[in-house]
Structures are given as C-alpha cells and as structure tokens.
C-alpha cells in the first residue's frame, strides 16, 4: 500500500490537485482520499459536489455505535472518501480531531477491510503541527507532495512544510519528493518556483497549467479527470498519476 500525503497552502488548489489525482489513480488503481481539513470538503468533487459526514460529526452524533459504512464513501472511478473532519466552530483544536479520525479508522480496520493500493492524504499546510503533522508520523505516509504557486504566501508555507518533513525524516518518517506548481499566472511564477526548489534541494515534479477547464468541472461537482479528460490540464495530472504510481515499483522518478 503506497500512502502519499499532499500538502500545501489553504486556497492553493491542493484538495483539487488531490481528487484529481485520486481520479486519474483510479484508473488502475483502488485508492482512497483522506481529507485532514476541518472543512471536510476535501473529496466533494468526487462525490457530485456532495460533502459527506465526517470522521468528528459521526462521532458526535453515533458515538461508540459508529461503523465503516458511516465514514467511507465510493466516489468516482471507486475512489474511498473520508473527511476526518473538525470540531464545532470555536470549540476544540482542530489538530486534535485529526488524530482522533485516524485513531478511529485504524480501530475499525478501515485500511485492513478496503485494502486500498494507494491512500491520499489531503492535509493543509498553513500549519504544520499536532494533528496536521500526523499523516508525516507514525507511518500513516511514507511520501509528501508539496503543491505551490509563485505567490509568496504559498512559497513560504511551502517551505515551512519540507522543514517539517525534514525535520521527521530523521525519525524515518515521510520524505519529501518534490513539488507539484499549481500556476496562478503570478510574475516570473516559474522562475520563482524554480529558485525555491533549488534553494530548497527540491524538484518541480509536474506543471499543473492554469485552466478555465478546472472551475467548469467543479461548477458540476467533478473533477477535470471525469468531465473533460482529453483536456489540457486533464494531460497534467495523468502524468501526475504516472509520477505517483512509480513509486510502487520502486522508481525514483519522485
């Protein structure tokens, strides 16, 4: 089972990076999306542009009584969504109810019953500790993917990232295999990205062109991978998949 967590900037195009990358897995692949955003609204466009009940509002409402079916959902091409969820607005530590998600799959053998080939993380990046750190500890992933722009904002969050990563690679944790530029259309954007992951020892992995294509998708509740897949920017992310799906055999393309 290869786990990959995907990291980046809040509003950086990350959980569309993630599903569609889930979507084009999913052509040869079994894989399962796990949103590790208090928003839960990581795998909707998988879903028909439905948000499902999270790991944290199961809890709530069904407590001890909670079973498998509650928390995973089939998505396009069978794709298995959960949304670990957050706490009530004002209430609790976001972080902590990550952890809380993950310990209940693995007390309902979630990976052990779907046998997934691949498992997604989709985890926000603005912050990297507690529960947000989680899917980089304890073995959940064993690979991170940073996605980015040429914004300031992203780059730095970026960089606070693969110094967290780092940080728990020494442990033997997850590593870092390079960056996914989402483009923004930013100045010099290219540039940008390419002097940071030099600076930074990183590899742009794959280019996702901006692209009209994206937002029609998600206007209808899809991925690009489902609504319009001999697009353009439907190309970025089959060769994103293929960069990904090396990883099971052991290449070192990341």
């Not at 064993?142 to 722009?149: C, Q, R």
């Amino acid at each position: 089972m290869l786990k990959v967590a995907i990291y980046g900037k809040g509003g950086i195009g990350k959980s569309t990076t993630c599903s569609n990358l889930a979507a084009a897995l999913s052509k040869r692949y079994r894989v399962m999306q796990i949103g590790c955003d208090p928003k839960a609204d990581s795998t909707k466009n998988l879903l028909g542009g439905k948000k499902i009940c999270s790991v944290l509002e199961a809890l709530r409402e069904t407590g001890d009584e909670i079973e498998l079916k509650d928390l995973v959902h089939e998505g396009y091409g069978g794709v298995l969504c959960v949304e670990s969820g957050g706490p009530m607005p004002g209430v609790g530590c976001a972080g902590l109810g990550i952890i809380s998600a993950f310990q209940k799959l693995e007390e309902l053998e979630a990976f052990e019953i779907y046998r997934p080939d691949i498992v997604l993380y989709d985890v926000l990046g603005d912050v990297v500790c507690g529960g947000f750190a989680m899917p980089i500890r304890d073995g959940y992933a064993e690979h991170v993917l940073i996605v980015t722009s040429g914004e300031m904002m992203a780059l730095f969050a970026a960089d606070n990232i693969n110094r967290a990563v780092k940080h728990f690679e020494k442990r033997g944790y997850a590593r870092v295999r390079g960056l996914i530029l989402n483009e923004r259309r930013v100045k010099d954007e290219r540039a940008l990205v390419e002097r940071f992951a030099e600076e930074s020892g990183l590899n742009i992995l794959q280019t996702i062109r901006r692209s009209d294509d994206v937002q029609r998708a998600e206007e209808s509740g899809r991925t690009v991978i489902e609504a319009f897949p001999d697009c353009e920017v439907a190309a970025d992310y089959f060769a994103l998949a293929e960069l990904v799906a090396g990883l099971m055999n052991g290449e070192e393309k990341v």
